[in-house]
């Protein structure tokens, strides 16, 4: 005989098979981070953030994420479960964004200290040839400027991913207060 308890399980388990289910598409996926940057939608509101889709198929995703929306007069919003599911789909985004920032900032590093490598050991051996003045002065500010622009970039990355975690922090600190 099947008790309560193994029959609410059971619930459980399928609730969550379903949940997982509706993340593994991609309209779903943004339909709820529409919703988490927002709040509470339409349903025009959300066609337009989505993009072009018919409203049949629209209405399809809607009713796909029953255990992370809700709808109240006309608007739709997050559950408790949609939020977690937020800010999951929020974390992954940081990781990867962090991943790949973090690999261009390594590059970026590395061509630098092959510049900076290259500066070290041409310039004295510039110096000491017969190569005529001006074309040893050209070389040497084309390695300087290569240098600089690698640096430059590297900025431009280390500033992406700050500003990237500060965007994060702010959005937590703004859920917390919810």
Known sequence: MVSRADFDKSEEIQNEDEIFKSL????????IRSLGEKKDLTFSD????????DSPTLSYHLKSLKYLIDQSENEYYLTDVGMEAYNL???ISELTLYKKGKKSFMIANIITIICWTLILFL??????TGLEKSLRITIIIL???VAQINFQLSWQLWGRSWKASYKNRRRKRKLKKR
């Open 24 to 31: 593994t598409h991609q309209i779903r996926r943004n339909i």
């Open 46 to 53: 959300i066609h337009k953030k989505i993009g072009t889709m």
């Open 89 to 91: 789909l929020n974390r």
């Open 123 to 128: 310039v004295p051996f510039l110096i000491s």
């Open 143 to 145: 390695i300087n400027v």
